[in-house]
């Protein structure tokens, strides 16, 4: 007893009663191994790049911002805003199929959704591009009957158009069901409020499924511009020339691998940093009449650091 | 007939006395949802300015007539009129062809719902919500349709909540929001569809408060309820339902205190 209230020293009168001691400081033994075996890491990684030789820095700060470098990042950039816009306004197209009355419009938006999530990126890609072997040429007209103008299809796709048509016809089929589940989240009651107040579907779906199918959709939606930021690399493949095109053509000439793909990977994080504060922009922005509870809740998500 | 203009709907016909004119007419409806027959064959007519409670146990296909009425569902066989207009269909060469969305969409105009789960726009405060009919459905201008906005609910007793959302309001406050809005289009026939089951016992009587204020105000409103005191002070006429069909209606004196059909005895015993 003594003992305890010398402890406690000049705080509150501490209580006799047992039960009531006053409380030991708790010691966070468990942090402190933890950033222990952390430090350690981090001091080998350290050690690494400072005392060796090899990886040759200076060589990264030399091509950040070769013209070739940052010429291929404007490809990449243009590749996934293209992509997204196209596949976006495609799903979006699809989704308002799916979830249509009509049987045939399911069914149509049902097989393009399967077709475009079955192909893999890389095949859809040397597809488009290679079109022009099966199809010379591309007419538009009356089908079986008159043309009115006729195209080579080589001239209509090129690497660049062949990227993008790959890249919207296989972001279509995510986005499509991005946004479905988006409106299907929406409250059935607040769809029939809406109807029994007189406004057409299509102002129903405007006015109450729309904003709030968008906030549920911007996550999922960001996933995936982050993801095609990297996937369009698969462009090199048809001879485009994006950020990794640009990367890889200097250390095919310096032999300087690892420097140059740090300078990538520079790029590729700077981009998605951007992209992750538009995103809780967007997020806080759409986020009208959430509880409070839950506005609170997603700062403090935001604020604390994961762990 | 369906575009009969929204002005021509007299908000609130003086309280004195109701008309025989009816406002709602329903003959010989029948809905099935699969092979469950909810409906089997409705006859039931309220007049102009005439409170009609429908009371019956759970599934007996309240609901659904109410939402058969304002085209939520579509009936299978019968009729409803409502002010004598054809609910969904378009009489033309002596056949009927239902109506499209848009055509559906005005004739919703005439009627406007309160919901048993309230159903508010989540993403807009209590003025919007009850702005939102009068300005992207009837085209009202919106200093106009806010002023209005802010009267029914100061009406309704909620003046100092207008700029809340919904998450911010009690279960009975965003009923009273959800009454406020149904007003706002000054419809012809008012639906509830169990307006306070889904409240806090202590918040009931502030609904059913507002709901008799109305009443007493000549609106025509079908009232589905498991409210049998609200019925009893507020009711023109009392329908009893069972198994899809309108078992006994009369004035609720009559209904609720010398039920003449068995099953309304039954149902009245267990919830009284």
Partial sequence: ?307 | MADTPLTAAAPAAPAAGTTDRPMVEISGVCKSFGDQQVLRGIDLSVAAGQVACILGPSGSGKSTLLRCINQLERADDGAIRIDGDLVGYRVHGGRRHPLNSRQAARQRRSTAMVFQRFNLLTHRTAVENVMEAPVHVHGVPRQQARTEALELLERVGLGDRCDHYPAQLSGGQQQRVAIARALAVRPRVLLFDEPTSALDPELVDEVLAVMADLAREGLTMLVVTHEIAFARDVADTVFFMDGGVVVESGPPARVLTQPEHPRTRAFLRRVL
């Fill in chain 1, 1 to 307: 007893m003594t003992s305890t209230r010398s402890r406690a020293g000049s705080a509150a009168p501490a209580d006799d009663r047992p039960g009531l001691e006053p409380l030991a400081p708790r010691v966070p033994w468990r942090e402190f191994l933890y950033l222990g075996v952390v430090g350690v890491f981090v001091a080998m990684l350290v050690n690494f790049v400072v005392t060796n030789d090899r990886l040759n820095l200076p060589v990264f700060a030399e091509y950040l911002f070769d013209p070739l470098v940052l010429d291929g990042l404007q490809t990449t950039l243009v590749l996934t805003v293209a992509g997204m816009t196209g596949g976006t306004l495609l799903g979006l197209v699809l989704t308002a199929m799916r979830l249509s009355s009509s049987p045939t419009l399911r069914s149509v938006a049902f097989t393009a959704i399967y077709v475009s999530r079955t192909i893999p990126l890389l095949v859809q890609l040397l597809f488009w591009f290679f079109l022009a072997s099966v199809l010379p040429e591309i007419s538009f007209g009356i089908p079986f009957g008159p043309e009115f103008v006729t195209l080579e299809t080589n001239q209509v796709i090129n690497q660049l158009g062949a990227a993008i048509i790959a890249l919207s016809l296989f972001e279509a089929g995510y986005m499509a069901e991005i946004m479905r589940s988006g409106v299907l989240a929406v409250d059935r009651g607040q769809v029939e409020a809406a109807t029994a107040m007189g406004m057409t579907p299509w102002k129903v779906f405007r006015r109450v499924v729309l904003p709030q199918a968008a906030r549920i959709s911007i996550p999922p939606t960001m996933n995936q511009v982050i993801s095609i930021l990297k996937y369009s690399s698969v462009v090199i493949l048809i001879g485009l020339a994006d950020l990794m095109f640009a990367v890889q053509a200097i250390y095919s000439r310096n032999f300087q691998q690892i420097p140059l793909l740090l300078v990538a990977t520079f790029w590729y994080g700077l981009a998605t940093i951007v992209l992750t504060l538009v995103q809780s922009q967007l997020e806080k922005r759409l986020s009208t009449g959430l509880p409070k509870a839950a506005r609170v809740r997603m700062q403090k998500l935001e604020e604390t650091p994961v762990g």
